[in-house]
């Protein structure tokens, strides 16, 4: 039986801490949705679901929901079939343009949102083709910023698969894109879901791209969260938080399940 070395106590020290520095917020932001006051306070002067009901029936925040949700999954969906495509072109084209296309496609992770925000309304005021302030506009900019998640992680399951696999696919008579397709496909599809969970959250949660490109007819839950706190600080806000919270964590645990049941079934 091999040697487990113990984990040192500082590192244990430093993962709690980490994890409670990640929490806390979330707890905060909990507590203050189900505060039973009139404002948005905390500590909360006491427990109450009237600001979780009124959450149902704003004509604010539960507008923005769905169209945050629906934004998420529109970019996932595209960001998934785009950034898959672009991971297999890196990984397997001999191009001299490949380390220059590979810095081109996470250059939107390493700009920040506001200067890319800016810079594509910008350029959708100059092309005039009537993208700035409009859904579609929207999505494209959503896609810019999600596909690198996409591309990240398909790559690493691309840069650990054994060509030979393939190779042997299309020895026996398989098309180039049934080889793909019934061999390739299902062994990197665990990267797919992880890279398309981290798209769905980034694009739920995309704040400052949007403020550029949306209008007032098209507020997502974060613009429209950051509204209300200007004007009106009332518990809603934090009681449409709880909700977004939930729905990135169950994304999470989604994703962590898709990729177990890959690898179990992988082992099988």
Not at 193 to 213: D, M, N, P, Y
């Amino acid at each position: 039986m091999d040697d487990v070395n113990p984990v040192p106590l500082t590192f244990r020290f430093i993962a709690a801490l980490a994890l409670m520095v990640l929490l806390v917020p979330v707890l905060i932001v909990v507590l203050a949705g189900l505060n039973s006051g009139e404002y948005l306070t905390f500590p909360p002067e006491g427990f109450s679901l009237r600001w979780v009901e009124n959450f149902f029936t704003s004509p604010t925040f539960l507008p923005a929901f769905k169209l945050s949700f629906g934004l998420a999954l529109a970019t996932t969906l595209i960001s998934t079939v785009l950034g898959t495509l672009a991971s297999i072109f890196l990984t397997r084209s001999a191009s001299k343009a490949r380390e220059f296309l590979r810095g081109l496609f996470f250059l939107p992770v390493v700009l920040p949102g506001v200067v890319l925000g800016l810079a594509l309304y910008v350029f959708f005021i100059w092309t005039d083709v009537g993208l700035a302030r409009s859904l579609a506009g929207l999505i494209i900019g959503h896609v810019l910023v999600t596909m690198p998640f996409v591309i990240a992680t398909v790559t690493a399951s691309l840069v650990d698969l054994d060509l030979s696999v393939e190779e042997a696919a299309r020895s026996l008579g398989a098309t180039p894109l049934q080889a793909f397709w019934k061999v390739t496909l299902p062994l990197i599809t665990p990267g797919i879901s992880a890279g398309s969970i981290f798209a769905f959250i980034v694009s739920f949660g995309q704040f400052e791209l949007t403020l550029f490109l949306a209008t007032p007819d098209l507020q997502t839950l974060p613009l429209a969260i950051y509204s209300s706190l200007r004007y009106a600080f009332e518990p809603t806000a934090a009681a449409a938080g709880i909700f977004a919270i939930c729905l990135v964590t169950v994304s999470t645990l989604i994703s962590t399940r898709l990729s177990n049941l890959k690898k179990l079934l992988s082992r099988r």
